[in-house]
Structures are given as C-alpha cells and as structure tokens.
Nanobody
Framework: QVQLVESGGGLVQAGGSLRLSCAASGSILSINAMGWYRQAPGKQRELVATITNGGNTNYADSVKGRFTISRANAMVYLQMNSLKPEDTAVYYC???????????WGQGTQVTVSS
C-alpha cells in the first residue's frame, strides 16, 4: 500500500510564499512521476505541476514563473511564490508508479491566500 502525506499548507497574505512537501511511502517499486493538483471551492480539481522521473516538469499556465516543483527520492516539493488569492485551494500530492503506472493521491493540504 502506498501512502502520501502532505505538509506545509497554511494561511499567507497575497504576495507571500509557502513550500509544500509530500512524502511517499510503501510498496513503490519505481516512481514514474509525482505532482501537485489543487481544488478550490466549487471548482474542479486541476493540475498545478508535475515532475517525471527524468526531471521533466510541467506547469499550469496560471502558476508558471511563480511555482517550482522539485523532487528528491520519494519526496516532492512545491515552492509557491507571489501567491494570489486565486491560489486558495486544497493542494493534493500525486504519485504515478510501477509498470502499470498506478496512481495514488494524498489527503490534501489547505492553502489560503488572503488579499
């Protein structure tokens, strides 16, 4: 069983920064990619950023230049700078692993940006 545990969420003023962390544990034979999604109230869950095992990154247009995803072993991080109120959401860590590219999700961490 694979577990993902996020940390680092909280309340910050607009223009501020936060760093999210996610630790993966369990029966992970190989990591294909890790990433972050978010879901704001009343909206669909959306991709924020992903990073492949080879280090290729992908960002939503809305966060490009402000957010940076990085990974070290079974940890993934999201450095969020110049935060805006519209970044307020629950942020979920994701992991794709194994030959069949299984997907696993964390429980989420709340990020609130006040104006």
């Amino acid at each position: 069983q694979v577990q993902l545990v996020e940390s680092g969420g909280g309340l910050v003023q607009a223009g501020g920064s936060l760093r999210l962390s996610c630790a993966a544990s369990g029966s992970i034979l190989s990591i294909n990619a890790m990433g972050w999604y978010r879901q704001a109230p009343g909206k669909q869950r959306e991709l924020v950023a992903t990073i492949t095992n080879g280090g290729n990154t992908n960002y939503a247009d809305s966060v490009k230049g402000r957010f940076t995803i990085s990974r070290a072993n079974a940890m993934v991080y999201l450095q969020m700078n110049s935060l805006k109120p519209e970044d307020t959401a629950v942020y979920y860590c994701t992991l794709n692993y194994g030959l069949r590219n299984f997907a696993s999700w964390g429980q989420g961490t709340q990020v609130t940006v006040s104006s």
